[in-house]
């Protein structure tokens, strides 16, 4: 797997040995790799690595290409996903996926340009998430978490939540502006607070929480697993007795077992955790996904490293299926926009192409955390926020 701080370096050796049983010319695909600045997520690296290794390996190849990922690495900083899409440009690749970057719509004018898409699970810039062109994104908009585990807040009789956010500019768009005009439509008591990206206090954010006393409190997005274990035994050293939500976050279940149990977290896809409730062909679908990830050296797994994976197995499959004289950029982006019903790695079925938003779905999962660390859907379907909500945000739907 070819991997770049925004540069070239040297390939892993399993990928490498994987493609070399593929006689046919690599596709590039870029990969903007979130591993540096305030908010990064190290397991979207672990995903992409251990995707090419399987869609190289098992998978076949697409159309007898093994894919070669050109990584660059951003900071959550405009520039570098600015300097990132300039490389992507030189090195003529066919897409660039999307590691849940909070600035990826700085590379947007110079992708756009040189008509290569951004395809991605989550759209973590509010911007990129606003609009269509040129971008294609495989689960649900950033407000179907919030609209969907509000919803199913609401159908279980809570009143009240109390949810903190780090303290970046795009949170504000979520905190000020979203979280209000959701709890009016729902009806629902909402308060939003902010924990500093570089100096947190989770002391001082639970303890913010358990003043309020809220039926539900915790976490709208973390930036990492260890944020979530922290806030976890602080709110209940408080005694905190209401329904912790911890966003995507999951590897708190093992770090704090006694603590976890009844508490919420919300995913595009389905977990590890959850592999017990899912259907037979999504057990399966776990498995594959699992070894591949714990075979990656110095793995940093969770949802994040989850998440990367069924993006890019869900682009090999999509483009698998696709003639082979549309691996191109322009291909590319026609293909995934002509998706219908189509069944995603991990998730739901899936239509793209939508005119006014990038996502190709709004539904969501929610689990609730069980005594024995699994992680149950506290519906028996995916959950699919009121339109009607979500029609108020641009790019939503």
Not at 363 to 386: C, H, R
Request: charge should be negative; charged fraction near 15%.
């Amino acid at each position: 797997m070819a991997a770049a701080g925004c540069a070239d370096s040297t390939a892993s050796d399993r990928t490498d040995a994987a493609a070399s049983t593929l006689t046919k010319a690599p596709i590039l695909v870029g990969f903007l790799n979130p591993t540096g600045g305030p908010v990064p997520q190290p397991g979207a690296d672990t995903g992409a690595k251990a995707a090419a290794s399987y869609i190289n390996g098992e998978f076949g190849g697409i159309h007898g290409h093994p894919i070669e990922v050109v990584s660059c690495d951003t900071d959550t900083t405009p520039e570098k996903a600015q300097s990132c899409a300039n490389l992507f440009v030189e090195k003529k690749v066919v897409a660039v996926m999307d590691g849940y970057n909070l600035s990826s719509s700085a590379a947007l004018p110079a992708l756009t340009a040189a008509q290569i898409p951004l395809v991605g699970m989550i759209p973590y810039d509010s911007v990129t998430g606003a609009k269509a062109d040129n971008r294609v994104f495989f689960a649900a908009p950033q407000a179907s978490f919030l609209v969907g585990a509000l919803q199913a807040f609401q159908t279980e009789g809570k009143k009240s939540v109390t949810l903190a956010l780090v303290d970046t500019p795009s949170s504000h768009q979520t905190i000020d502006n979203l979280l209000p005009a959701l709890a009016k439509a729902l009806g629902i008591d909402a308060k939003g607070i902010y924990y500093s990206p570089t100096n947190p206090n989770f002391t001082a954010v639970a303890s913010a929480i358990a003043q309020d006393n809220p039926d539900v409190g915790g976490l709208v997005a973390s930036p990492s697993e260890a944020v979530c274990t922290a806030l976890v035994k602080s709110l209940r050293q408080l005694k905190y007795q209401g329904e912790i939500f911890t966003a995507a976050c999951t590897d708190y279940i093992k770090g704090a077992p006694e603590q976890a149990a009844g508490g919420a977290l919300y995913s595009s896809n389905w977990l590890p955790t959850a592999a017990k409730y899912a259907p037979p062909e999504t057990q399966a679908e776990l498995t594959l996904a699992q070894k591949y990830i714990s075979d990656v050296p110095n793995a940093v797994p969770g949802y994040y490293a989850i998440g990367e994976f069924s993006l890019f197995a869900t682009f090999a499959k999509a483009m698998s299926a696709a003639t082979e004289a549309d691996l191109t950029g322009p291909g590319v982006l026609k293909t995934l926009k002509g998706l219908k019903e189509f069944p995603s790695f991990l998730g739901p079925k899936i239509t793209c192409g939508s005119a006014t938003s990038p996502n190709c779905t709004t539904q969501m999962l929610l689990f609730s955390v069980q005594p024995d660390g699994t992680t149950k859907p506290v519906t028996d379907t995916w959950i699919t926020p009121a339109p009607q909500v979500l029609s108020a945000i641009p790019g939503a739907v």
